[in-house]
Every structure is written in structure tokens, then in C-alpha cells.
């Protein structure tokens, strides 16, 4: 008989490897590989770059403070002026309402706004393209305006509502109100004593005191942002980095379509050795001698006027090679001259179809005027 309690171990035991199994084979290749540029080009094709908000912010507010700064004396010159027209001119006419009063009132508004509120935006959008067009270039496409499946599925929403980059954005946002609060509370408190000082001031200190106040705010408070844009900027490409992450296969298959299947590439190149090994070996009959070391090394050699002015290389080769050089050689009638130093040094340094160095002129001719006896010594007998 067998154990209840032993046989009910051994089959939660098999359940337990069983189920192991299943989880390490059925899980997902890690990506733990880098973008190709391929799959960079790609993404940025679709519009996916990174590139940091808050850069663009915090530079757009640093920019729009100095212009304020710079331009404030004018802004608010051209702003009172409007007042008083508008006081001394529109507010003193008794007629309940004329038409002509309200469209000269329309018209100073905009020319008002013309000359204050379109330069800062002006300004503003000229920093935002720069920013932009140095984080990211020169970009145009239509993928961001498709309508894709999971940007409307509801359960892709709340994925991304509770997602680590949700997270992020609103540690940033919660910095942000800190170092709005902070920068603004520390400064106000080292002026305790001069803000107090204004109740016994004019008005116009006042507001001088507070137009100073506000701009040392809002420029201590753009520095900030610049390091905060920085810090965003840096977890932005890390982000975008680690988001293009390639599994080891999805890289293989990459190269595969770029490069071409490495197999067929090594039939290919295989295919072309044979085409180029069969070419040499019907070139090795119409050589006038065939140099060898005698076992390792064979150089094939001929001369001809009418194609160079020295002897070339028309096959050569080494060890098997080399064997079915010389056999090639013997079974048609090519003389077969044993050389060792000459034979290694025309193979290492002569390729197929090159003529010799002039440095080994002496020694070839001398071989080859001994071939040339033996050819013409046969003849005569």
C-alpha cells in the first residue's frame, strides 16, 4: 500500500517544480539591450523623443522676467497714458452711449495691447521654439494625431493615472508649490523690517518696494526651475531611454533586416569563394609555371606582354589548395619549380591578378628563362 500522506507530498512537490517551470519559461524576455539607431529613427519618425517640459518653462519665465524687467518702464508708461486718455476723454462724455466713443475705446485697447502684451508673447514664443528646437530639432509628423486604440481604452487610462511617470510629474508639481512657497516666504522674511517701514512711505515707494520684491521673487524663482528643468531633463532621457529598451532577439531580428539573415550572408560569401576557386583552376593551365614551397605554399605565374609588363598571379593558395594547385598544374603539362622563400613571399604579398614587385623581377625571370629552356630543350628533341 502506498502512503497517503507520502504520495500527496510527492505530487504537491511535482506541482510545485511543474508550475515553476511553467512561470520561468512562459515569461517575457527581459529588454535589457539599448535603442539600435534604427529603432530610434523609428520612434522619432512616430514622434516619440524626449524632451523636457519643464526646461521649456523655466526658460520661457526666466526670459519673460528680464524683458519685464528691462521693458517695464515703457510697459507702464503706455499704460498709465491709456488710463488718463481714457479718464479724461471716455468717462467725461454725458451721451449714455455712442457708438463712435466705444469703437475709439476698442481701438485704443488694442493698440494698447499691441504695444505691451504682444512683445512678451512674442518673446515668449521665440524662447519656446529655441528650446524646443535644441531638445528635439527639426520635427514633423501625423503619428501623435492618430486615434490609437489604447489612448481611449479606460483600463490603459488607469494604468497610466497610477504609472511611475504619474508619480513623477506630481512629486514635480508638489516642488514646484515648495519652492514657489519657499523662495517667496524666505524673501519676504529677511525684508520684515523694511516692509514695515513702508506704512510711514508714499504710495509711490510702495510700489516700487513691491515691483522689486516681486522681480527678486520671481527670479530667484526662475533659478530654481532652470535646476529643476535640468533634474527633469536628465530623468526625461533616462525615461526615453528606457522605454526604447530592445530584447537580445528583438536586436537580431533588427539586424537581420537591415544587415540581411548572417546565414544566407555566409551561403553568399561561400557561394562566391567556389565561383572564385572554380575561375582560378581554369586559370591555372594557361600559367607558365607554378611556384611552390613545395607542401604549404603554390603560386601560379604567367607572362604576358599585351596585359602587363611584368608576370602576375593567376592562382594561388595554400596547404589543400596549394595540393590541388600542383595537381591541376601536372595534369596539364604546367612546369612546377620548387622555390620556398620565393613561393611564400609571392603568396603573403601578391594578390590574385597583381603583377610581382620589381624587387623579385631577377628571381622570377631567372625561373622563368629556365622554364622557357625546358619548354624550347623539348621542342628541339
Not at 47 to 52: E, P
Not at 79 to 99: M, R, S
Request: charged share 25%; net charge positive.
Amino acid at each position: 500500500m502506498r502512503d497517503p500522506i507520502t504520495n500527496n507530498i510527492f505530487e504537491a512537490d511535482c506541482k510545485l517544480e511543474l508550475n515553476y517551470q511553467l512561470f520561468a519559461s512562459g515569461g517575457a524576455e527581459d529588454k535589457t539591450e539599448k535603442a539600435t539607431p534604427k529603432k530610434k529613427s523609428d520612434a522619432r519618425k512616430k514622434g516619440q523623443v524626449f524632451q523636457s517640459r519643464e526646461v521649456t518653462a523655466s526658460l520661457i519665465l526666466i526670459v519673460m522676467v528680464v524683458t519685464i524687467k528691462i521693458f517695464g518702464g515703457s510697459i507702464y508708461a503706455q499704460l498709465t497714458q491709456y488710463l488718463k486718455k481714457t479718464f479724461n476723454e471716455y468717462l467725461t462724455v454725458n451721451d449714455a452711449i455712442d457708438f463712435d466713443i466705444l469703437a475709439n475705446l476698442f481701438i485704443d485697447v488694442l493698440m494698447v495691447l499691441a504695444k505691451t502684451v504682444l512683445p512678451l508673447l512674442l518673446v515668449a514664443f521665440l524662447t519656446a521654439l529655441i528650446v524646443n528646437y535644441a531638445q528635439v530639432g527639426i520635427l514633423f509628423t501625423m503619428e501623435t494625431l492618430k486615434i490609437k486604440g489604447d489612448r481611449i481604452n479606460p483600463l490603459s487610462g488607469f494604468k497610466r493615472i497610477f504609472s511611475l511617470r504619474s508619480v513623477v510629474e506630481l512629486l514635480k508639481s508638489i516642488i514646484k508649490i515648495l519652492i514657489v512657497g519657499w523662495v517667496a516666504y524666505s524673501y519676504l522674511k529677511s525684508k520684515t523690517e523694511q516692509v514695515l517701514t513702508l506704512i510711514d512711505t508714499d504710495l509711490m515707494n510702495i510700489l516700487i518696494f513691491i515691483a522689486d520684491a516681486a522681480f527678486t521673487v520671481a527670479l530667484r524663482i526662475c533659478m530654481a526651475m532652470v535646476i529643476l528643468g535640468f533634474a527633469d531633463y536628465l530623468y526625461q532621457r533616462y525615461d526615453y531611454e528606457k522605454n526604447l529598451k530592445m530584447t537580445k532577439q528583438e536586436v537580431k531580428e533588427e539586424y537581420k533586416q537591415t544587415e540581411g539573415n548572417p546565414e544566407i550572408k555566409s551561403k553568399i560569401k561561400q557561394k562566391q569563394r567556389q565561383i572564385s576557386m572554380k575561375r582560378m583552376m581554369q586559370d591555372i593551365p594557361k600559367a607558365d609555371v607554378v611556384i611552390t614551397n613545395p607542401t604549404h605554399f603554390a603560386v601560379a605565374l604567367k607572362y604576358d606582354a599585351e596585359k602587363a609588363a611584368a608576370p602576375f598571379v593567376v592562382a594561388k593558395g595554400q596547404d589543400y589548395i596549394a595540393l590541388r594547385i600542383k595537381q591541376v598544374a601536372a595534369d596539364n603539362k604546367v612546369q612546377i619549380v620548387e622555390n620556398k622563400p620565393l613561393a611564400r613571399t609571392l603568396y603573403s604579398t601578391v594578390d590574385i591578378g597583381q603583377a610581382i614587385p620589381p624587387d623579385l623581377y631577377q628571381a622570377v625571370a631567372e625561373i622563368l628563362a629556365f622554364v622557357y629552356n625546358l619548354k624550347n630543350g623539348g621542342k628541339a628533341g
